[in-house]
């Protein structure tokens, strides 16, 4: 049986799911927040994994769509990324739910922290090389980029943005706002690629699902409107330091 949450387990997460949804708006990272924050309420690992994702879709359809309207998504790349990220991220999804219970929760901890330190000590990631963008057929290497992306946004989600913009923009050469709308729309397609499995799994605790999405809305709405106006560089600290503090609390559990 899948535990559900208390009414203040469920303020709490709805307070993190917008502080989330901001920072992976902006950039990435806001699911190194929410997943260990589900698993410090009381969810095990994998229905935290799953629970996850349908504040993902939501989050990802809300901050596209702005994004859209105000003439930042580049519509004619989209195909191409999206072709090797459903791919990788349908195989990181099965992945994540035939391991052990046991197992994926120091699994997705350790791997939540590795990758709260890479943003923080790799920021060159996030700067775009002189010239003009690419497609993926004109940067090869891109296109299993794109694919271990997506294995890694299907098997745990969080931080993923991370690496998509390290393709987008360090290989792609999109600039960060153009790279963050392609990584909404990404984001958007592998997560209901992974809803729907976590779904047949029955690895979905929906209550708090649906806590989350409302928040994700909310969330993806003002991390717009500050993505437009703020930098960005001060985030990557601030993820690190939720991450870890989290993250210890929910393995004490």
Not at 130 to 157: M, T
Not at 165 to 193: E, I, M, P, Q, S
Not at 218 to 227: D, E, N, S, T
Request: glycine content about 12%; charged content about 10%; overall charge positive.
């Amino acid at each position: 049986m899948i535990e559900e949450l208390s009414y203040q387990g469920l303020a709490i997460l709805a307070a993190a799911g917008v502080l989330a949804t901001v920072v992976n708006v902006m950039a990435g990272g806001g699911g190194m927040i929410v997943l260990p924050a589900l698993m410090a309420l009381g969810l095990p690992a994998d229905v935290a994994n799953g629970t996850y994702r349908l504040g993902v879709v939501s989050q990802s359809i809300a901050g596209a769509t702005a994004l859209n309207r105000a003439g930042k998504l580049e519509t004619s790349s989209i195909v191409p990324i999206l072709i090797p990220t459903i791919s990788g991220a349908t195989v990181g999804a099965l992945l994540a739910t035939w391991i052990p219970r046991e197992l994926l929760k120091p699994i997705m901890l350790t791997t939540m922290i590795f990758m709260a330190a890479l943003i923080v000590f790799r920021k060159q990631t996030l700067i775009a090389p002189e010239g003009p963008s690419l497609r993926p057929a004109e940067a090869p290497r891109s296109l299993l980029g794109l694919f271990f992306a997506g294995v890694y946004g299907g098997f745990i989600q969080a931080g993923v943005g991370f690496l998509l913009l390290g393709v987008l923009v360090g290989t792609l050469r999109h600039d960060l706002v153009t790279a963050n709308a392609l990584k909404l729309v990404v984001t958007l397609a592998f997560g209901v690629v992974a809803l729907g499995i976590f779904t047949w799994a029955g690895l979905v605790s929906w209550t708090p699902a649906i806590v989350l999405a409302l928040a994700s809305i909310i969330g993806a709405r003002l991390g717009v409107k500050l993505m437009l106006k703020v930098p960005i560089a001060g985030l990557r600290w601030f993820v690190f330091a939720c991450v870890v503090a989290t993250s210890i609390v929910a393995w004490r559990r």
